[in-house]
């Protein structure tokens, strides 16, 4: 039987983090894009491994913006609009400069909110709250605290600290992340090699 593992206090404010940045951008799901934001932000060894590499929390959120803009233009045939002189990347530009980045983010979400829940297998499911809000989580976030838990347990470590959710996060096959850190040209292998490379969060003994 597999050892269920508690996360560290630097862990938990890690997945606060999270949930705070997927309720501040309207989602209502917790992704594992919200833990890369909530790690590149983290004042912890991880943290600093990410911002050193260029995933800065700005960059994270444009990303996560940017998608989203995607959805909610991706049925659109941008080469008839642009006959008519109607270019999409410009209106949606605008709308970002108007509304703020997390405009395009809040509408998306609105589009998609419904399907989003439906989709997710109950029997899968895990809650996080926050505020008295519960946020189901998305596939890629149950695949990072796995990896998370798994990545702890190789080390021998008897809890699971912000740096294995950021192992776990790089892991991850599915979600959002893998295409976020490629957009901004950060190798996942680089990053975990130097997340390694450094000594461990202080709540843990080597």
Not at 50 to 74: D, K, M, N, Q, S
Not at 87 to 104: K, P, T
């Amino acid at each position: 039987m597999t050892e269920h593992l508690r996360m560290t206090q630097d862990a938990l404010a890690v997945s606060i983090g999270a949930c705070d940045h997927a309720l501040r951008l309207g989602h209502r799901y917790l992704g594992s894009e919200h833990f890369l934001l909530a790690l590149a932000s983290a004042d912890q060894p991880a943290g600093t491994v990410l911002r050193e590499h260029g995933v800065t929390p700005e960059r994270v959120e444009e990303e996560i913006a940017r998608r989203a803009g995607a959805v909610l233009f991706g049925d659109l045939d941008r080469d008839a609009l642009a006959a008519i002189g109607i270019d999409v990347s410009a209106v949606r530009a605008s709308i970002g400069a108007s509304f703020g980045r997390e405009a395009l983010t809040s509408a998306s979400q609105a589009l998609r909110r419904a399907p989003r829940v439906r989709r997710l297998d109950p029997r899968r499911v895990s809650f996080a709250q926050r505020d008295g809000v519960f946020l189901p989580h998305s596939p890629g976030t149950d695949q990072i605290l796995h990896n998370a838990h798994v990545a702890a347990q190789a080390r021998h470590d008897t809890q699971i600290s912000a740096e294995h959710l950021a192992l776990g996060l790089l892991a991850a096959s599915e979600g959002p992340v893998p295409s976020i850190l490629s957009a901004l040209a950060v190798s996942a292998a680089q990053l975990r090699a130097a997340i390694l490379g450094r000594p461990p969060a202080g709540e843990l003994t080597p």
